[in-house]
DNA sequence: TTAACTGCAAATCCTTTGCAAAGGC
DNA sequence: GCCTTTGCAAAGGATTTGCAGTTAA
């Protein structure tokens, strides 16, 4: 599953002049591994024999490439995921910052609406509910109850 | 208008033991005023009289009460928008970085949905369909043709 | 061979903080 | 008068960049 993902990646590079370097390979590969929504540290502290500029222009690269998606939502520190992912929407923690995926149609229906009403030249669209997970709803009532 | 927020915002603060100052009045008037989605620079270019230190803090306290939205995207620099807007998503611009509202019926269902799928207790949602906005697309256009 | 890439260190950018002075209430 | 707030300057944290050495193709 892993290689699959790979191999398709290959040509796709080289097709762009870029190179397959081990740390692309390993950069992409500790991505799927970790499978959330891994911030550079993340990404960093499961491979810290690559430097954490290559980590760095290299998640750049990707989403510019639209191989990876950015979540810039979390206290200033983005989190990664794959872009080729199945149909889903994003729930985020207020209090830890959690990101967690939960499936749901997709809404296409509002990509032509925005294009009718807007006139851009729609790519793609994304969805955050906002909330307290279940942990963290715990600790508030702790709290309180102090 | 503008007045009319100002007077429903005095005792809110007030309740919460927060001070009307003549910084926080004009903080949130600049916004009023500029309308869109300004940035902590924008709002600091209009009354540069106010330290941006004040302009951040405030801005922070702002959205911790939830009088204003903290819009994440553009490439590390994060917009405001005021809370309480009728119902409306954004579509963002990937070249310029432009925010622009549409409206849309709520999709309250979606947070239902959510609850049940992650226990999470739900606040609110947010929608960005990204995009190139008409004048984007008329420069890609211009450069294709060179 | 050579153009792209890596990795270090320095630079940059945005944001927060410590603290003394100012000022709401 | 008390306690919050302001504003400066310094610190902090995340990300980018310049550049010399390295390497994929």
Redesign the pocket.
Known sequence: MQKEQMTKL?PF??E?????????TL?LQTILTLKGHP???DIHRQIP?????????????FVSLRILKEL?YG????KYELANQPNHYHILCESCGDIFDFNYPTLTQIEHVARKLTQYQIFSHQMEVYGLCPTCQNETKVKEGD
């Open positions: 290959i590079l080289k762009r002049g870029l190179r397959i370097t081990p740390q692309r950069i911030t550079v540290e024999q690559i430097s954490i500029a290559t980590i760095y222009n290299n998640i750049k690269l810039p206290n200033g520190l983005s």
